[in-house]
């Protein structure tokens, strides 16, 4: 089965960086989108960056410039890395994948398509003082 684990999350201070990283294991179908979200309390989960199986990326408008998403295909492993961090990103986050049954397999169909990550992690916290 899918299973995905991340880790990396910690407090830092503002302006720091992170890197956030998600191990991937089960996923058997060939082409599927990876993404990281994040949630924080009261609000609802935001999407930040997928990439394809293809290595498309696709990111939220407002993070592009901040974060980099990447992905090591020979260590199933899922990247997320957070420059000039500030307090507005503190919250839970999360690495998904999606489903092999979703048409919307590529960016930036996935991205748009929250609906097509059938496969979550557990998350990791990041917070930002």
């Known amino acids: 089965h899918v299973q995905l684990v991340e880790s990396g999350g910690a407090s830092v201070q503002a302006g720091g960086s992170l890197r956030l990283t998600c191990a991937a294991s089960?996923?058997?179908?060939?082409?599927?989108?990876l993404g990281w979200f994040r949630q924080a309390p009261g609000r609802s989960r935001e999407a930040l960056t997928a990439i394809d199986s293809g290595g498309g990326t696709g990111y939220a408008h407002s993070l592009k410039t901040r974060f980099t998403i990447s992905k090591d295909n020979a260590k199933n492993t899922l990247y997320l890395e957070m420059s000039s961090l500030q307090p507005e990103d503190t919250a839970m986050y999360y690495c998904a994948a999606t489903s092999p049954s979703t048409e919307d397999d590529a960016v930036p169909r996935c991205f748009r398509n929250v609906e097509s990550f059938g496969y979550w992690g557990q998350g990791t916290q990041v917070t930002v003082s």
């Open positions: 089960g996923l058997t179908h060939s082409r599927y989108c």
